[in-house]
């Protein structure tokens, strides 16, 4: 089983940077791809990004190429978000999830069996 805590979330004004933290318990973490999901007031929660277990494979939602990155750290058991250019529509709270597995996962939610609590991202205009 993993433990998800996210972390770096915050109010910052748009065309700002936030970099997010995922980090993890369980000794088997590097087998697991990571996903950021975020859900705004009143949507439904959306895929992000996410990245395999090595860190070799990445996949970012098409609206979000270019700003977003997403990395790991697996001696830290760590996955991070960094987020720059932020605009009022990526106001949301931000979580991470793990889906065991050895491939290059999914961008589908139902896909990924253990999720954070989330982080408030707010960004003013």
């Known amino acids: 089983q993993v433990q998800l805590v996210e972390s770096g979330g915050g109010l910052v004004q748009a065309g700002g940077s936030l970099r997010l933290s995922c980090a993890a318990s369980g000794r088997t973490f590097g087998r697991y791809v990571i996903g950021w999901f975020r859900q705004a007031a009143g949507k439904e929660r959306e895929f992000v990004a996410r990245?395999?277990?090595?860190?070799?494979?990445?996949n970012y939602a098409d609206s979000l190429k270019g700003r977003f990155t997403i990395s790991r750290d697996n001696a830290k058991n760590t996955v991070y978000l960094q987020m720059n250019s932020l605009k009022p529509e990526d106001t949301a709270v931000y979580s991470c999830?793990?889906?065991?597995?050895?491939?290059?996962?999914?961008?589908?939610?139902?896909?990924?069996?253990?999720w954070g609590q989330g982080t408030q991202v707010t960004v003013s205009s």
């Open positions: 999830a793990a889906a065991r597995t050895i491939g290059t996962g999914s961008s589908s939610v139902d896909a990924y069996d253990y």
């Open positions: 990245i395999n277990w090595s860190g070799g494979y990445t």
